[in-house]
C-alpha cells in the first residue's frame, strides 16, 4: 500500500526553540503518528524539492493535566527534525 505524502507533513511546528533552530538549518513538522522517516523525506522532497541531510522523529507522549481546577488529557503527537545541507533555507507560511 502507497502511502499519501501530502498527509505525512501535517504543519510547521512554530515555537521559540524551533525557530531559533531554523536557522542553524534544522526544521520542525508535526508527522502523521504512523509516518516513518523515509516518509518523511519523500514528502519534505516533493514538497520542497530539497534533499535534507537528515531526519529524526520524536513521539511526544499525551499527559494528564489540571487546568483551572478540572482534570483532563493534552494529547500527544508525533514530529520530525528535518536537517539540511549548510546554507539551504526553506520558507515556511
Excluded: C, W
Amino acid at each position: 500500500m502507497k502511502k499519501d505524502l501530502n498527509s505525512v507533513l501535517l504543519n510547521p511546528h512554530i515555537t521559540e526553540k524551533a525557530t531559533m533552530s531554523s536557522e542553524s538549518g534544522v526544521y520542525v513538522f508535526e508527522i502523521d503518528p504512523s509516518s516513518s522517516k523515509s516518509d518523511v523525506q519523500k514528502a519534505f522532497i516533493e514538497k520542497y524539492k530539497i534533499h535534507p541531510k537528515k531526519v529524526a522523529t520524536v513521539t511526544i507522549p499525551a499527559k494528564n493535566v489540571f487546568v483551572r481546577g478540572k482534570k483532563g488529557k493534552k494529547s500527544g503527537y508525533k514530529k520530525a527534525y528535518v536537517y539540511l545541507k549548510k546554507g539551504e533555507k526553506i520558507e515556511i507560511i
